[in-house]
């Protein structure tokens, strides 16, 4: 079995493909966790728990999904953009409006969409595998919001076009591609902020 392993690592080192280079441009695909989703599923988890909040509140979201595009400015740095969204909903079965003292029983559905765009430049560590591409990142951007109530009261209704946004700045602790031969590859990233914290993805060498 060491053997075998020893054997698979060596051919894998043996391959003579290369990572991203100067000039290179590299498109991928990512899903990954947020620290925004993972709060609002443990809010949901603790309103599930009650007996009572339960039949009252509910919801769920999706991972957040996310494109990017990648250029080589040098053997060492590149340049790209991301841009992600993630989705939240949220239920209310039965609530008491008072609103100019009239009280309405109204059930609302929200939809949140978090939408984030930014600048991504990334410095490349040199390894000895010309397949593996290992690398760290500084993402600034700005995360925005859009919401939607659906109601039958219809000032609620009136709240559907709410949203707001922020700046944003994170970095990825660590990230890697791995090719499969000259344009295919996975990736993976460890970050400490917006839009995810972790992800992983395929991608395109073009």
Known sequence: MTKSITLLITILLSFNLSAQQEKESVIGINVGGSFTGATYRLALTIVEDDSIASNLVG????????????????????IGALASIQHFTADINEVDINFLDTTVISGITTNFNRFYIGVVPRYRY?????????????????????????????????????????????????????????????????????????????????
């Open 126 to 206: 040199t390894t000895n595998n010309d397949r593996l591409e290992l690398y760290s990142a500084a993402r600034v951007g700005f995360i925005f919001w859009s919401t939607n109530f659906d109601s039958e009261n219809s000032r609620i209704d009136a709240l559907k076009g709410f949203g707001g946004g922020r700046p944003a700045f994170s970095l990825v602790a660590i990230g890697g591609r791995y090719y499969f031969d000259n344009h295919f590859g996975v990736n993976f990233e460890l970050a400490t902020g917006a839009p995810f914290l972790a992800s992983i993805g395929l991608n395109y060498k073009l």
């Open 59 to 78: 919801g769920s979201n999706t991972p957040v999904m996310a494109l990017s595009f990648d250029y080589g400015v040098n053997d060492q740095f590149s």
